[in-house]
Structure formats: C-alpha cells, structure tokens
C-alpha cells in the first residue's frame, strides 16, 4: 500500500500546523422564481465562517437541523464549491480549483456519509466498491488492487472473504465499515465524516466510534465530524465549533465547551439532551428553548439566534456579535455570554467532578 | 382555500406559457408541410402539382404554384399563414376569391372550403367517442387497479393483470373487427358501425351508435391505468399516513379510498389530460374500424387524398388539444397536490 | 407486578386462544379460558395481572411467514401498565418493540401475521377478536403517534381535516363543532395562532410543528391509552426536549396509559415510570425506571450503557461496545438469544445456550431474564460495570 503524496514543503513551515484553514466560508443557494428564474433571494446555508483544523485533531461541527453543518462539509471535501471566501489545504487556495486540479485533493481529503445504505452503489461488489478509488487514482499498489482492498477490509474489522460479497448482505454496522474501508483506500490526511454513526444502533455505534478512533491513531488522520449528537460529539472530539443558522457561535476545545459553555445556545442544546439517568428528572434545571430553528432564508438580522434567546436584548438584534476570543482558545460569538467567569457552578451538565476526566484513561 | 395571488401568479405563467408553445407548434408544422419538402429537392411547381390534379399542363403547374405564393421567400409563406391563423384570408379558387374566417387552419382546393368548418362539422363525434372511452376506462381501469392491489397476488389480481396485458398488446383493430363480428354482426346487440347520431337528435341512439367504439377504445386504455393504479396503490398502502388513518380507526374503505386512492391517483390526471387531449385530436384507428365520421378519419381521407391543407388543420387541432390538455393538467395538479399550490 | 412468580417453561404456555374464532362471543369465550391460563400462573414470567393494570399484555407472539422462514418478530412478551402510567420499551432496530405496538394497535395486515397470546385493554381481550371491534377501538380508547410526522399525515389535507377526522369517527358531531375541537386541540398542544394553521397542509408546519399536531389528532378522543413509536428520533435536540414535555404534561392530564418506544435511554429516562428492554422479540429486563438504570441485572442492558457516551458522566476514553449483531429473527440462537454476544455466557455452565432463560423477578419488582446467579450478577455489576459507566 503505497498511495502516500509529498506534502508540499512550504505548508508546515509557514502556515503553522494547520491542516485546512477556512476563511470567511459562505455558501449561498439562489432560489429562483417567476418566468425568467430571476433569483429572489438565497437561502444563507453558511454564512462566514472562520477556523482552523489542526493535523491529527478531531474538530466537531455541531448543531440542528438546517444550521449548515452539511453543507460546510461538502465544500470541505470540494463536493460543492463556495460562494464566497477562502478554503486552503495544507497552504494551498483550493476554493475555486478545477475538477481536473480537484483529483490530488481527492486523496487527500476523503468523506464518509451518513447513510450506509445510499451511498454503496447495490450493484457492486465490496471487492469494486472498495477498490474504486485505486482505479479512479490509476494507483497500482504493490501487491495488486485486490490483496490491497482485502487488507483494508481486515483492517475496519471485515473479513477478506466478503470481498465478492453485495452490500445488502450487510447489516447497518457493517456496511458503515464498508464505506470507512473506501475512504481509507488512498490513504488521506483528511476525513470529513457526516453523521458517521447517526443511522445506526446503539451497540453498533460505540464499534464505529472506536474503530474511527483506533484509524486515527494508526494512520494520523486529521477527523472534521458532523454531528447532531452532542454525547458523540464529546466522546469523539479535540475541538468542537456549534453553529446555528449558517454561523459559527462557539468554538472550543472539547472539555472547556462542556464544562464551561459560554454561548446560550449551546448551553440550551446541552441542557435538551435525555441522559439515561432517572435521578436528574427532578433535579435538572432545563433550559427550554421555544419554537423551531427559524428559515435560513430570512434569518433574523444581527445574532441570528436573537428570536429564541431568553437573553437578546435591542443590541443583539441590531448589532451582530463577533466571533471572539473570550478565553484562552475559547471563542465565542454573544453579546451576554454564559458563565463568564469559569465553568458552570450548577448542575447544569455534570455533577461528577471534573477531576474524573484524568483519572478515567485507563 | 381561497385563490392566493401564488395561485393566479402561477396560471398566468403557464397561460403565457401556453401561447408560446402554441406559437412554436405552428412554426414546426408549418416547417413540416411546406419547408422539408423544398429542402428534400421538391420544386416550388412539384409542390403546386398537388394541388391541380395530374392533367394539368407544366404552365398551369407555374401559374398555380406562383398563385398560391409557393413561389415566395418562405418566410414570407409562414407570415402568410399566420395571418390567416390570426386574421383570416381570402383564397383564389380560380373561380374567384373565397374568404377563410379567422382562425384559418388552411384551405382545401381540392374540396375547394375552408378545413375548420370540417373540422367543427366532425368535432362532435370524436368528444363523444373520447368522453364516453374515458367515462368507461377510468372506471373500468381505476376499479381494477384499486382491486388488484388490494387482493394483490390473489386469483381476481391476476386474472385482471394477464387481461390488462392483454388490452395494451392487442391493436385495436382487432379488438375492434372481432367486437364487431361477434356483437353486432353475429348477436346484433349493438349497432354495426359507420352511424353516427348526435346527442341532441336522440341520445339513445347516440349511446347506441357509439357502445362498441367506447367498449373497445376503453378496453385498451383500461388495460393501460388498472396497471397504473393499482402499481400507485401498492404504493400509497404502504405510506405512513395510511397506517395513520388506521390508527384512528377509520373504515378500511375510508382508508382505501380517501387516503389512498386520493394520493394514487395524482399521477393518473396527468396521463388521463395527456391521453384526452392526444384522443381529440382523432382516435385515427377506432373511427376507421367503426368507419365513424370523426376527426381521424378525416384525415385518413386527407391523407389518401393528398389535400396537404386539410393533414395540416388536422395537425394544428390536434397539437391545440395537446397544449390545453397540459394547461388543464397543470392547473388541476394544483387543485389536487397542495403541495404545488403553496410551494 | 409485583407477585412473586414460580419458574416457567415454554411448556406450561398451553392453550394457545385460536385465532380463527372471530366476533364478540368468541372474544368472550377466550377471556374466560385466558383467565384459567392465569390462574395457572406464569405466563412469560409474569403472573396474572395486578388488579389495577389497565394494559395487561401475556404470552404475546408474533410471527410472520416469509418465503425464508418464519420470523418471530416478538415471542413471548407480557407486560402490565396502569392508567396513569409511562412504560418505556427500548431496544435495537428488530428487537420486535415496534412489531408490538403494532399488534396492540391491530395494526398488523390480517393474512401476514400469526398472532397469539393475549393483549387485554381495559379488561377487553385484543388477540383474535374481530378486526371491527379492534378497529372501534382505535383512535378513540387507544391512539399512537409515530417517528416522522411528515410522512405520517396525509400531504393532501389539512391538518384540521385530519384531526377533525379523527373525531368525527368517534363522535357523532357536525364537522363545525369538530372544526371548533380541533382548534381546541391544536391550541393545547402548543401550536399559536391555531385557529388559522388548522386550515395549513402539514408541509406548511415545521417538524416541532407536526409532530405537536400529530399528537393534538391522536389525543383528540382522549384515548386511555397513548403509544408513542419514536416521537422525537426524527427531531433536534431542542424540539425533542419540548415534545417530550408536552407528553409529560399532557399525561398527567389526561391520565393516560402511555407506552414510548425508542432506542434512546435517555428519552425513555426522561419519561417512563417502568422501562422493559427488548431483545431478539423477547423482554430481557423489566423494572421500574430507576432499577433499570441504578440495579440494571441483565448483560445485555449492561452492555447498551457502556457503549453510549454520556453527556452526564465524565468523558472516557474508550467506549465498551457490545460484540457483534443483532441476531437473525428467522435462526435465533438456541438458549438466551444474547449469549453470542455475551461476555458472561460461559460462567453459567452452559446453561446460556442451552435453556431460554425465563423473565423471573431477581429482585421485588425487577424481572430478567438471565441464568447468571445473583451471586455472579452482582459481583459483575460492582466490580466490571458500575464503575465504568
């Protein structure tokens, strides 16, 4: 298995260790009405955004429906191109490029989806479908395409025999493994996972995750996850940036965001979420968010969260809240943050000490 | 529900698209009839020879084509027909002028009158021969379709399936020749062809006149929508709003009919306008078979006749059919799918 | 719930109710031989119902023929729920918890399913009474909502059509005054402005939206009994938070039974008063809710809470994920349909594949299913699990 490229030598000397950078990332889709498809508007899918992955890091991207969680992923990986703003891979301008200057990128930045039963094609073989990105590539690996797949399928916990197998003879877990196995292949730098493990079962889910952890590990990939699941989330992430309707409102590493969660948002997404834990019915105090997510079309002006803050006031409907760094490493887009002063006194999230967090790598 | 100005936003724009197409409509047809032919090597005086009869002499060939304007610019032809598609136009017999009232479809030299009095003439026989086919198919057809879905791999399921097969492959000659054979000629229940009585003269008559054509057009087109339905059916009975309305209890008839079939049918108004409005442009075959003096028999004669002007208004008519069979459809997709209406 | 009950055996499960028989007279035969069966005792591990069980589910088994075998979507599942009261059932996708909500609906198409057993509402035997009686009963004494409230309504009428449906079914009012219900019911379960988006289509809602409205209809009868299949799994986390407050809300009062199915421990935390954990169709563990998460007893509950992360315990590095997958319905494995994929299968000297380990109540009110001895089931608790979690 030799699929490995040359990094450019300029990018870790002058662009720090950051793997991929976005600046300013927005994505607008026109809507387009009437007889002569004028566009009416557009629906602000990703509105801005600014940040950093660092290489072997897990970044998470997190947050409900319609908040652009998506779409930012697809222009990660280059599937659909931005509107506006500057995407650059190990240093290089990779916003705009062409299909045919697109293909290095495709090795080194590879997408896992959501569904494992849309995205393998039925009709092929785990053998064809494993070894597409070699053939696509024109790669000849060492040892052929087949021995090369079939060490891939052992590799996510397959057997080699399931080589001439289809893809309905798999179950759920399974054919997740199937699609980490294709985007493996090549060998990237860079995962961009999109609910890796949302459509599967419980027991099934916990094998994904430890799998993704145990590549990361052996092959020092760099993960950018998508997710909804903010208990996912925090097992599987270093950072973790939330956005909401197209912005990014919070970005921090994974223990300080949990601990101290300074955006409202967040701590009402973190409130919302049922523990399997009978005793903190009563105790919890809930933060409730009302009505839903408002349309990406017409986001309210300024913090676009204003309409369902209990804390907006006229400013955050007038003037909208930079992205700022509020601690060390903590940034934070809000007028009135949360727990300002270090992490949450009540029993909002945890009420184990945090002390446990060390003491539990065992 | 009221008529929101989405609505109204959304009937002037398939109006005006209509117009549009009608326009191109007439542009290709008339590309057909008097450009292809030039561009295939025809004379201007070859294209005249059709319309004198084969006696004629080489100079009155010339004279008639120079009268008839196949001489000129040819987009100077096409704005002569569109005139008389909006305005009308006088036409030289030979004779003398005779004037072809706006909306002009052509003029025949032949039978020496205007097409769209003919065409009016035999309007009534093929609407009645079309609405009362559809009548019979959409019951026939829907009924079917909702039963075998319902009994879905039973013995009724696949009786009627191999029938419906049975329907869309055999023509409708045959159907037709043997319906009359056995019905009319040998048991003498219905009538045997080649009359025609219209509705307002004696509508027993009319239904009489009309039973077989109906019976075997419908039979082909019945065939076509049981399959449709009852593929839609197995469809929508496995929807979750069906298990909804199970879940609060409804009549399984309720369920079947005004849940599932409700949203089966959907697709089906979009074929059932395309297919009536392609019907009254001239059901060509079954007005042959039972010789009913219909639209597409007029063009048969037309045809066999070589009188180009009257193939043309046929065309035209037919295409105008087509086009407000589609704006209808459009229109009643609204009506049916709120979905379009208030998207 | 609580009476102590002997050991069982496939074997006492005699007297199998015959499906065939359909109509009131047959139904009233049945809950005469039904009761006899009670008598005996033991039915999948429970003894007769408590008295003030409202839902009393015994024996139930449900099995449709397919062309490669017979799949036994639920084999043997009784339960008890009173007025009042949340069950939860959790468990994977073709656990069966879902295919027995279905049958207590009568939902199942009469022809694919080989029902058995007995499922009594309000004193009424369900299994095997005639599809008509069942149906009388649907929407009006018992009602469900389900996972995604687009699909589940109709997209061609209004939502207030279709809650005014529902009414009207089941009481003889004019389509004005069940209008006037329906805004009534469309206002309690929080959407504003109800009396104009009664006349919306459901694709004018958002999901929040819905799903409220799905449940405006399903409680517009006040049904006794509320089941509700996966409410919340297709919304965000804080739409999911408000619906399952309003069910909370609504419960208390309306005073229904209510019976949540999902694969989310923490959902059915939030809500149940009693949890019953599916598996392969079988319940392997069943207690009140605080037993289930404080005293779990059986390996394969104990295996669902070390493989989730949890948001209300300190991170840990590495997730304790149950081997393996679910088993096939049609070839489920001999003995405990679990030992496969149990860590504790070989300490019970063969027993695990062997025996299919009856439901029994290991503590007062905590029924398993499991041959581990007490002795082994709290040693592993204390010293693998507990900590760990």
């Known amino acids: 298995m030799t699929a490995s490229t040359a990094p450019s030598p300029d990018t870790a000397a002058t662009r720090g260790d950051a793997l991929l950078r976005v600046t300013n990332l927005t994505k607008h889709f026109p809507i387009r009405r009437g007889l002569l498809q004028r566009t009416v508007g557009a629906v602000q899918a990703v509105d801005g955004l600014n940040f950093e992955v660092a290489k072997g890091e897990t970044l998470s991207l997190v947050g409900e429906s319609g908040c652009g969680k998506t779409t930012t992923g697809r222009m990660l990986t280059r599937l659909i191109e931005p509107t506006d703003g500057l995407l650059e891979f190990e240093g290089r301008d990779v916003t705009h490029i062409s299909m045919r200057q697109l293909r290095p990128l495709r090795r080194d930045v590879q997408m896992i989806f959501q569904d494992p039963y849309g995205s393998l094609n039925p009709r092929h073989t785990v053998g064809t479908i494993v070894g597409a990105p070699f053939k696509l590539q024109n790669i000849k690996t060492e040892k052929g395409i087949k021995r090369s797949v079939q060490d891939l399928l052992e590799l996510v916990g397959l057997s080699p025999e399931h080589y001439n197998r289809y893809p309905h003879e798999f179950s759920g877990g399974q054919r997740q493994r199937i699609g980490i196995a294709r985007s493996l292949a090549l060998r990237p730098k860079l995962i961009v996972a999109d609910e890796p493990v949302s459509a599967l079962d419980v027991s099934i889910q916990a094998q994904v995750i430890n799998l993704l952890e145990d590549l990361q590990n052996e092959f020092d990939l760099t993960y950018v996850v998508i997710a909804h699941d903010l208990s996912v989330v925090r097992h599987m992430s270093d950072r973790v940036a939330v956005m909401y309707l197209g912005k990014l409102v919070e970005v921090a590493g994974r223990d300080e965001l949990y601990t101290r969660p300074m955006h409202p948002y967040t701590t009402a997404l973190m409130s919302a979420v049922p523990v399997p834990d009978t005793s903190r019915r009563t105790k919890r105090e809930r933060i409730r968010l009302t009505g839903d997510v408002p349309s990406p079309i017409n986001p309210p002006p300024a913090c676009r969260f204003n309409t369902r803050c209990w804390k907006a006031q006229e400013v955050c409907r007038t003037i909208e809240p930079p992205l700022v760094e509020l601690a060390p490493g903590h940034q934070v887009a809000c007028h009135f943050p949360e727990n300002p002063d270090g992490p949450a006194a009540g029993p909002v999230l945890l009420d184990t000490p945090r002390t446990r967090d060390d003491d539990a790598t065992a | ?343 | 719930m609580s009476q102590p009950s002997k050991p069982t055996t496939e074997a006492s499960v005699a007297a199998q109710p015959d499906t065939s028989e359909t109509g009131d007279r047959a139904g009233r035969r049945r809950r005469k031989s039904a009761a006899t069966v009670n008598a005996l005792d033991g039915i999948g591990g429970l003894g007769a119902p408590a008295p003030d069980s409202f839902l009393s589910v015994r024996d139930l088994r449900v099995h449709f023929p397919t062309d490669d075998g017979l799949v036994k979507s639920v084999d043997g599942l009784s339960f008890d729920l009173s007025r009042g009261k949340t069950l939860g059932i959790v468990g994977e996708s073709g656990s069966g918890k879902s295919v027995t909500s279905m049958a207590i609906m009568g939902l199942h198409k009469p022809g694919t399913v080989q029902m058995t057993g007995s499922i009594r509402l309000d004193g009424q035997e369900l299994v095997g009474s005639s599809p008509e009686a069942v149906r009388l009963l649907r929407g009006k004494k018992m009602a469900m909502i389900f996972q995604d409230p687009l699909s589940a309504m109709h997209p061609f009428y209004t939502v207030g059509h279709q809650i005014v449906e529902a009414y009207r079914m089941h009481n003889d009012v004019s389509t004005s005054v069940a209008k006037k219900h329906a805004v009534e019911m469309l206002d309690r379960v929080g959407i504003p402005q109800a009396s104009s988006r009664v006349d919306d289509y459901p694709h004018q809602f958002s999901g929040g939206m819905r799903q409220r409205a799905m449940i405006a209809m399903a409680l517009s009868c006040s049904p006794d009994l509320l089941i509700a299949d996966e409410p919340t799994t297709a919304l965000d986390v804080t739409v999911q938070a408000q619906i399952l407050d309003l069910v909370r809300d609504l419960q208390s009062e309306f005073n229904s039974a209510v019976i949540i199915i999902t694969h989310d421990l923490g959902v059915v935390a939030e809500l149940s008063d009693d949890i019953m954990v599916m598996y392969a169709g079988r319940a392997v563990e069943y207690a009140a809710a605080e037993e289930v998460f404080e005293r779990p007893k059986h390996p394969y509950t104990w295996g669902l809470l070390s493989s989730m992360p949890r948001l209300d315990r300190a991170r840990i590095d590495r997730l304790r994920p149950i081997p393996g997958a679910p088993p096939s319905l049609i070839n489920v494995p001999s003995g405990c349909p679990f030992h496969p994929r149990c860590a504790y299968a070989d300490r019970t000297g063969g027993l695990s594949q062997s025996q299919r380990p009856p439901l029994e109540e290991k503590a007062p009110g905590h029924y398993a299913a499991c041959h581990l001895t007490p002795e082994q089931r709290t040693a592993i608790w204390e010293t693998d699990i507990k900590p760990t979690l």
């Open chain 2, 1 to 343: 529900m009221g008529l929101p100005t989405t609505v109204f936003a959304y009937l002037v724009k398939r109006l005006i698209s209509a117009v549009v197409l009608l326009f191109i409509i007439t542009a290709v047809v008339f590309a057909i009839f008097f450009l292809l032919p030039r561009l295939g090597g025809a004379s201007a005086d070859d294209l005249a020879s059709r319309y004198v009869g084969k006696s004629a002499g080489a100079a009155q060939i010339h004279e008639t084509a120079v009268r008839l304007g196949f001489t000129d610019p040819i987009w100077v032809q096409y704005g002569r027909f569109a005139k008389g598609l909006v305005a009308g136009s006088d036409y030289y017999t030979g004779a003398g002028y005779d004037h072809c009232p706006a909306p002009c479809l052509g003029y025949s030299f032949i039978t020496q009158n205007p097409v769209l009095p003919d065409l009016l003439d035999r309007l009534p026989v093929t609407m009645s021969l079309a609405a009362g086919a559809a009548f019979l198919w959409l019951l026939g057809g829907i009924s079917t379709g909702v039963v075998s879905a319902l009994k879905r791999g039973s013995f009724i399921d696949r009786a009627a399936m191999t029938t419906a097969l049975a329907g869309v492959s055999l023509p409708i000659f045959f159907t037709g020749l043997l319906s009359l054979s056995i019905f009319s000629y040998g048991l003498g229940w219905t009538a045997p062809g080649g009359s025609y009585t219209p509705f307002q003269e004696n509508p027993l008559m009319w239904a009489y006149d009309l039973l077989l054509p109906w019976i075997t057009l419908a039979f082909l087109y019945a065939a076509a929508y049981a399959r449709l339905t009852r593929a839609g059916m197995l469809e929508t009975m496995n929807e979750d709003y069906i298990r909804t309305a199970r879940a609060k209890g409804l009549r399984e008839h309720d369920v079947v009919v005004r849940h599932g079939l409700r949203a089966a049918l959907t697709p089906i108004v979009t074929i059932f306008g395309l297919d009536l409005g392609l019907l009254l442009g001239g059901a060509i075959l079954t007005e042959t078979t039972f010789s009913l003096p219909g639209i597409g028999q007029y063009a048969v004669q037309a045809v066999a006749n070589n009188d180009l002007p009257k193939v043309l208004g046929v065309t035209i008519l037919g295409a105008l059919f087509i086009v407000i069979a589609n704006l209808v459809v459009d229109l009643l997709y609204a009506v049916v799918d709120p979905r379009v209406r208030t998207a």
